[in-house]
Each structure stands twice: as structure tokens, then as C-alpha cells.
């Protein structure tokens, strides 16, 4: 069965920090995989997006992922993280239908 | 700049109240999604629709919910009756087509609380 796992329900980073949030994935065959974010209050705006091709996906708001087959990983990362990235990270795959299976989801937390 | 919209977005209601969430689509989006989002369990997938005909309502518990698509611009999705249990955010999506790998673009989610 398709299923996403995060591993790290919170993580704390300093801002300016690098930032690495993981996602690890179970699917049959080549997989679509997303990275979406909330912000508290909100709904879900979608940060990325991997198809076939480049294993390294840039997305918005400075952000990357680079998808691993041998791993089954598609990590998400950001070089400098700044206070306002402070938000929920949900890891996705795109199932039969167009439906998306999501993570857990991830909390970032930025102190200054 | 298009976007979902759902309504309400706040509700607290008494428990055994009828419950009803109303969203609109993205003008020209053929696939509406019905997501749940609680601490408990995260993101499920309650219902969708293509085309405005059901395609999977698994996640839905039958005996209290139900969705539909009366046009192509309205999704609704009601709870009667409302319990505790169903406190949660209630996301409405859209997305055109049916790939896999189709943007899903989400409204800003209906926040509900049944006391």
C-alpha cells in the first residue's frame, strides 16, 4: 500500500540555519511526489513537486528536494531558513485518481 | 488569482446540529477533494469527485456524512448528526484532471468544533 512517512515530528533550527526535513516514501511504481506547507490558520500551499527527471527539484520560497529511489526519500531543504518559514511541512504522493496520501507532517519551529 | 474558497470558516456548533461545508472549486478544476485534518490522525482523504460524480467516498463515515456536487461550481459536504468527535478542519481541494501527478490546490480549510 502507498503510504508516506516523516520521521521528525518537530524540529527546532536557528534562524539562518540550514534546514533538512525528511520523507520517505512506499509506492509500487515511479512516484509523484509534493511538498506542501501551512502556515497556522491557513490552508495548504504547495511548495514543490517531483514528476521524472532532475532527482533535484527547486520549488518556491528558496526551497529544494532531491528525490532518492534507492532510498525511497524525498527530503526537502532549505540553506538558510528564515523566521517566517516557521510552519507545518507535509510530505505527499500522488496516488491512483489524482488523490494525494500525505505524511504526518512535520512542525519547523525558527528561534532567532 | 484563482484559489478554492470554503465556507464557513469558522463553525462551533452543539452537538446533534446539522453541519453543512460549502466550497467552490477552482473555475474550470474537474477534481474536487474532501480532506480532514485532526491532531489525532492528520490528513485524510474523506471523498472525491470527478466530473461532479462520486469516485470514492471510503473515508467517509456513511452513517453521519455525506458529499455532493449539485454543479460544477459547489462541493458540499454535511455532517447530521454533528458529534465531538467530528472537530476538525475540513480542507476542500481541486485539482484539473485525474494524473497522479496533478497540482492539488487547496481552500483555507473550514475549522470546526462540536461541543
Known amino acids: 500500500a502507498q503510504s508516506v512517512t516523516q520521521p521528525d515530528i518537530h524540529i527546532t533550527v536557528s534562524e539562518g540555519a540550514s534546514l533538512e526535513l525528511r520523507c520517505n516514501y512506499s509506492y509500487g511504481a515511479t512516484p509523484y511526489l509534493f511538498w506542501y506547507v501551512q502556515s497556522p490558520g491557513q490552508g495548504l500551499q504547495l511548495l514543490l513537486k517531483y514528476f521524472s527527471g532532475d532527482t533535484l527539484v527547486q520549488g518556491i520560497k528558496g526551497f529544494e528536494a532531491e528525490f532518492k529511489r534507492s532510498q525511497s526519500s524525498f527530503n526537502l531543504r532549505k540553506p538558510s531558513v528564515h523566521w517566517s518559514d516557521a510552519a507545518e511541512y507535509f510530505c505527499?504522493?500522488?496516488?491512483?485518481?489524482?488523490?494525494?496520501?500525505f505524511g504526518q507532517g512535520t512542525e519547523l519551529s525558527v528561534k532567532p | 488569482d484563482a484559489r478554492v474558497t470554503q465556507t464557513p470558516r469558522h463553525k462551533v456548533t452543539e452537538m446533534g446540529q446539522e453541519v453543512t461545508m460549502r466550497c467552490q472549486p477552482i473555475l474550470g478544476h474537474n477534481t474536487v477533494f474532501w480532506y480532514r485534518q485532526t491532531m489525532m490522525q492528520g490528513l485524510e482523504l474523506l471523498a472525491y469527485?470527478?466530473?461532479?460524480?462520486?469516485?470514492?467516498d471510503s473515508g467517509m463515515p456513511k452513517d453521519r456524512f455525506s458529499a455532493e456536487m449539485p454543479d460544477a461550481t459547489l462541493a458540499t459536504l454535511k455532517i447530521q448528526p454533528s458529534e465531538p468527535r467530528d472537530s476538525a478542519v475540513y480542507f476542500c481541494a481541486s485539482a484539473l484532471g485525474e494524473r497522479s501527478g496533478n497540482t492539488i490546490y487547496f481552500g483555507e480549510g473550514s475549522w470546526l468544533t462540536v461541543v
Open positions: 505527499a504522493v500522488g496516488a491512483w485518481g489524482g488523490k494525494l496520501i
Open positions: 469527485f470527478r466530473n461532479r460524480a462520486p469516485l470514492d
